[in-house]
Every structure is written in structure tokens, then in C-alpha cells.
Nanobody, 120 residues
Framework: PLVESGGGLVQAGGSLRLSCAAS????????MGWFRQAPGKEREFVAG????????KYADSVQGRFTISRDNAKNTVFLQMNSLKPEDTANYYC???????????????WGQGTQVTVSS
């Protein structure tokens, strides 16, 4: 399973660091993605990182503010979120698949999510 942590309530302009710990799979064999879903909206891609950690993709809305990274020795992927905005408020999920893609439905394994709320 994948287990997210690190969500919470933060003021606009603040920062949060999300973590996703993986177990039951060979972590280094999987690209990892972060997604988010706000109430009434579809789940959307936020950021993804290749298996080795040497390449990443970002949604335009978070480019320059969010950074994805991974520690294969600890089976964990991170999402550092800076300069948070109220529109970043959502439930954030991590997911795994064999290769990096921005296509949400292509991911095979999902966590339960962690809530991020940004107040104005």
C-alpha cells in the first residue's frame, strides 16, 4: 500500500511537505505521481518523478512552487509545496505505475489521500 502524510491547514504563502511511504512493492521499479482532487472536481495530475529520480513532470499550475523528490532507500516520495494558494486546497494522493505519465487513470496503485487546506 501507499500511505500519505503531511497534510494540514496552512495560510496562503506558506509551505507543506507531503510524504508517501510505500510498502508491498519494489519501490524503485515504479514511477511515482502526486495528484489532487478538490470537491466537485476531477482528480488531476500535480507532479511525477521517474523511477530513478532523475526526471520529473509538473502541472503548469504548480511549476516553480512544488518540487517532487524520492528516496528509494526509504521507499518514500515527497512533495514540497511552497507559496501555497487557496486554490491548492484539495485531497492529495500519491500513486505508482511502471512508467511516468501525467495520465491519472494510467496509475495502478493509489494511497488514501491527505487533506491540504490553504486559507486566504
Amino acid at each position: 500500500p501507499l500511505v500519505e502524510s503531511g497534510g494540514g491547514l496552512v495560510q496562503a504563502g506558506g509551505s507543506l511537505r507531503l510524504s508517501c511511504a510505500a510498502s508491498g512493492l519494489t519501490f524503485s521499479n515504479y514511477a511515482m505521481g502526486w495528484f489532487r482532487q478538490a470537491p466537485g472536481k476531477e482528480r488531476e495530475f500535480v507532479a511525477g518523478v521517474r523511477r530513478s529520480g532523475d526526471g520529473a513532470k509538473y502541472a503548469d499550475s504548480v511549476q516553480g512552487r512544488f518540487t517532487i523528490s524520492r528516496d528509494n532507500a526509504k521507499n518514500t516520495v515527497f512533495l514540497q509545496m511552497n507559496s501555497l494558494k487557496p486554490e491548492d486546497t484539495a485531497n492529495y494522493y500519491c500513486a505508482a505505475r511502471s512508467g511516468l505519465t501525467i495520465v491519472t487513470k494510467a496509475y495502478d496503485y493509489w494511497g488514501q489521500g491527505t487533506q491540504v487546506t490553504v486559507s486566504s
